[in-house]
Each structure stands twice: as C-alpha cells, then as structure tokens.
C-alpha cells in the first residue's frame, strides 16, 4: 500500500513538473507571439508610411484626407502656366475704405490692393490743343474744370551702373617754389569711405548687390558673372565669392549684438535643416551640411532669425548654439536638443506630422485622425487669434479656454490607446 502512494506521488510529482513546463512553453510562445505582433503591425505602419512619402500628397493641409482631393503640380519649368490666373482682377493702389482679403497663413492682403501706398506718383495729363478748346456749339472757348482718371501703371528703371574716381586737390606755394628751398605742398583731407574690400574693386553697394542676389534672391554667383558679362562688367565668380566672403566680417559686430538682445527674449525657436555643401576648404564633400536657425518667438519685441552652419547635428552642437540660455526653447523634438540650462519645448505641429503619418487613405474614424482633427481645431483659434491681433492677455484666455480642453482630449484618446 505504501509502495503504491509512493508511487502515485511521483506521478503526481512528474505531471505538476510537465504542466509547469507546459505553462512556461505557452507563456514564452505568447510573448514571442505579441512580439510577433507588434512587430507585423509596426512594419505595416512602416509600409504605409513608405507608400503615401512616394506616391501620396506631400502636404500636411487636413484636406488630405478627403479621396476626391486632386494632386497639386509642382513643376518648376512651367512656373508661368502653372501659377497664372487670368480672372484674377489687377491688383490696385491700397484704398482706405476697402475691404481687403487676407492669408490664413501669413495674415497678409492678397490678390487686390497689394501696391504699396507710398510709391512716387508722376502725373501724366493729356490736353487738348490750343486749337481744339472752342466749343463746337456756341464757339466759346472752353475752361478747364477737372481732370478724368484713366489708368494707373507701374514704371521701372533699370539699375545704374557707374565708376567712382576719389580724388583730392594738391596745392602748393608759388612763392616758397620759387623762392624757398623746398616747396610748400598741401594736400587736402582724405574722405573716401572705407573700402569694403581693402585695395578692392566694389563698393559697398555693389557687395551687398551680390549678396542680396545670392542669400535672398538664390541667384548663384555662376549666374551673376553671366548677368555681369551682359553688361560688358567682366567678374568672375572667385572675385565675387571672395567679395562675399570678406564682406561677411563686417556683418560680426551685428550678429554679436543680435544674440545678445536674441538672449533677452523669454522664449526662442530653434531648427536645423539639411543643405548641399560644394566644398569644405578646398576638399569637396558628399555629404550633406546643416543649417541652424534660432529665432526670437511672435511676440518678442525684437523679431531676430540667426543661422549658422555646422557639420552635423549633434548634441553638442545645440549645446553649443544655446550655451548660457535659461529661457524656454521650442524644437521639434529631436534628440539633439534638451540638454542644456533652457526648458525644452516641443511643437504640436511637428506632432501632428506623426499622427497623419499613421492615417490610411479615407480613413477619417481612426484615432490619429481624431487627434489631428483636435490639433487643426487648436490651430484655427490660434490663426483667429494672429489676425484679430489678440492682446496677450486674450491670448491667455483662448489658450486656457478653448485650446486647453482640445489638447486634453488628444491626451484622453493617447492614453486610451496606450492602456488598449
């Protein structure tokens, strides 16, 4: 008897043994399977990713996800054709009783009324000959009583061209050259403004010219030395980088001070985008440079952009950019920044970007259109609010009462997702 429940323990034993190695198995198989998971919608929303960056609209408007929306052309060659609205009305001088159409976007009139108002105005009158101003009925002669408008143009001058030769006058005594040992000569005071380019060829004018071409217009220095030649003004581009480059040192004293009145302002923006290099030093380069951009916020009293070009865009280089700063920085979110004395603050546009990211096409009932439609809700009282021109005060109150439980509500739906 003993013998047999020995025996039926071990059993007993054995099988607990097997139901726990079981239990294991299932538990490791399960994990490995929601890993599994995971992993297969991750690579899904990857693949969806890929397919709307290649083949769907590169815009961010809430427009997208509507099915019937047409793509937009984005050529280039055809600029002309493509942007041309012939029942579009010419635009007009501002008049003050008008009512002006504006941008969402920029807040700024457009279409009519976008001529400046304080333009020269040269008045052409036509008048009638001396022989004609017999009245045709009684034969009086006729008086001048008003003057009818007809139209209004715009005229433009083609730029002036000219050399400047700096001389000063040399003078001398006849009558010590005549009668004194040595000759009295006076010369008179030196006033030429100081040169740009020590020993150069160009003026201040004509350096900034070229700077303003490149840096706000693009127009390549290749392209200028064409523009030049037409002109029968041979520079080659080396002169006109090396011009671009020595009248940069004089913009130093500026860009210093702009940083410090920049440093002032409780609130800064900063970014960083990819751009072509040529070269670095004489060794040419494959890859692509980054332009760093910090910006004074919307409301601060000095509006100041400052770029400046690094290598690459690591940790240390925004650690560098906003060394000494205690204010609050808005980014996008990247990884570089956050480390230094400032308060790291994102960006719910940036945010958004990731959320429509994830919305398939025509899909308007998922979550992430839920929470973009939340955060275009937000931005539309913002966009109000820049043209109303809110105080900051109001500002304030929108923000706490209108924008605050819109963005409570992208969390509720976050957090439901993430508990799911």
Not at 236 to 265: C, D, H, M, Q
Not at 300 to 308: P, T
């Amino acid at each position: 008897m003993k013998a047999a429940y020995e025996k039926a323990m071990a059993e007993c034993t054995r099988l607990e043994k097997e139901i726990e190695e079981k239990d294991r198995t299932i538990e490791k198989q399960n994990k490995i399977i929601e890993e599994d998971k995971l992993t297969i919608e991750h690579l899904k929303e990857m693949l969806l990713k890929r397919n709307k960056m290649i083949f769907g609209r590169k815009s961010e408007k809430s427009k997208y996800l509507s099915p019937d929306e047409k793509p937009v052309f984005e050529g280039g060659i055809n600029e002309a054709e493509s942007e041309s609205d012939l029942t579009m009305p010419e635009p007009e001088r501002v008049k003050a009783a008008s009512k002006v159409r504006k941008s969402k976007k920029t807040c700024k009139h457009r279409g009519r009324n976008e001529l400046r108002s304080d333009l020269e105005i040269k008045k052409v009158v036509y008048e009638l000959p001396e022989n004609e101003r017999i009245c045709q009925v009684c034969g009086t002669p006729l008086e001048k009583y008003a003057e009818e408008h007809i139209c209004t143009r715009i005229f433009t001058i083609p730029e002036q061209i000219y050399k400047v030769e700096y001389y000063r006058a040399v003078y001398k005594c006849k009558n010590c050259d005549k009668n004194a040992e040595k000759s009295n000569i006076v010369k008179a005071p030196n006033k030429t403004p100081a040169a740009v380019i020590p020993k150069g060829l160009p003026d201040a004018s004509l350096v900034a010219d070229i700077m303003q071409r490149k840096y706000q217009l693009g127009e390549p220095l290749y392209r200028q030395e064409q523009y030049w030649k037409l002109r029968g003004i041979y520079l080659n581009r080396t002169s006109l980088a090396n011009w671009v480059i020595k009248g940069a040192k004089w913009f130093e004293p500026v860009i210093k001070k702009f940083w410090e009145y920049a440093w002032l302002e409780p609130i800064l923006n900063a970014d960083e985008t990819p751009l072509n290099v040529l070269k670095k030093g004489k060794t040419p380069l494959t890859k692509k440079g980054q332009m760093w951009v910090v910006c004074t916020g919307a409301a601060a009293k000095r509006k100041i952009a400052l770029y400046s070009y690094r290598d690459s865009r690591t940790k240390a280089t925004a650690e560098e950019l906003l060394k000494g700063y205690t204010g609050i920085v808005q980014t996008d979110g990247m990884a570089s920044y956050g480390s230094g004395e400032y308060v790291h603050a994102g960006c719910w546009a940036h945010a958004r970007r990731r959320f429509v990211d994830c919305i398939s096409k025509g899909d308007t009932a998922c979550k992430s259109a839920q929470i973009v439609e939340l955060l275009d809700k937000a931005a539309e009282f913002e966009r109000k609010a820049r043209e109303d021109k809110y105080s900051k005060s109001r500002i304030l109150e929108m923000r706490q009462n209108e924008v605050k439980p819109l963005i409570e509500k992208v969390y509720e739906i976050i957090d439901v997702r993430m508990w799911k």
